[in-house]
C-alpha cells in the first residue's frame, strides 16, 4: 500500500522559513518523480517542484531562489525547504509521486519524463502572515 506522509507545516511571519518533510513507502517505481504542490482557498493546485529520478529539479517561477526540493534515497524522505515565504506562499501543501516513464524518441534512443502522479499524500498546511 502506498503511503504519503507530510509533516512540517505550521505558521510563520513573512520572511520566515520551513522544510517539509514528506515520507514515503509502498510504491514499487524503478525509477520515479516526486513533487510537491500546493493548493490555497479558491485557487487551482499548482506544481511547485519537482525532482526527477536523476535528481534533476525545476520550480515554478514564483519561488525560485527560495524554495529548494531534495530527497534522501536512504530515507525514502522528500524535503521542500522553503525561505523567504511570502503570504502568499500560504496554501496546503501535498507531495505526491509519479513514475519517470521511458519514452522512445522519433528515430532512435530513449529519454524519461514524469508521467501523470497517481500518488498524493494528505497534505500539510503552511500559514504566512505579513
Known amino acids: 500500500q502506498v503511503q504519503l506522509v507530510e509533516s512540517g507545516g505550521g505558521s510563520v511571519q513573512s520572511g520566515g522559513s520551513l522544510r517539509l518533510s514528506c515520507a514515503a513507502s509502498?510504491?514499487?517505481?524503478?525509477?520515479?518523480?516526486m513533487g510537491w504542490f500546493r493548493q490555497a482557498p479558491g485557487k487551482e493546485r499548482e506544481k511547485v517542484a519537482e525532482i526527477d529520478s536523476d535528481g534533476d529539479t525545476s520550480y515554478v517561477d514564483s519561488v525560485k531562489g527560495r524554495f529548494t526540493i531534495s530527497q534522501d534515497n536512504a530515507k525514502n524522505t522528500l524535503y521542500l525547504q522553503m525561505n523567504s515565504l511570502k503570504p502568499e506562499d500560504t496554501a496546503m501543501y501535498h507531495c505526491?509521486?509519479?513514475?519517470?516513464?521511458?519514452?522512445?524518441?522519433?528515430?532512435?534512443?530513449?529519454?524519461?519524463?514524469?508521467?501523470?502522479?497517481?500518488?498524493w499524500g494528505q497534505g500539510t498546511q503552511v500559514t504566512v502572515s505579513s
Open positions: 505526491a509521486a509519479a513514475q519517470d516513464k521511458r519514452h522512445k524518441k522519433p528515430f532512435r534512443g530513449y529519454y524519461y519524463a514524469c508521467d501523470e502522479y497517481s500518488y
Open positions: 509502498g510504491y514499487t517505481y524503478s525509477k520515479s518523480c
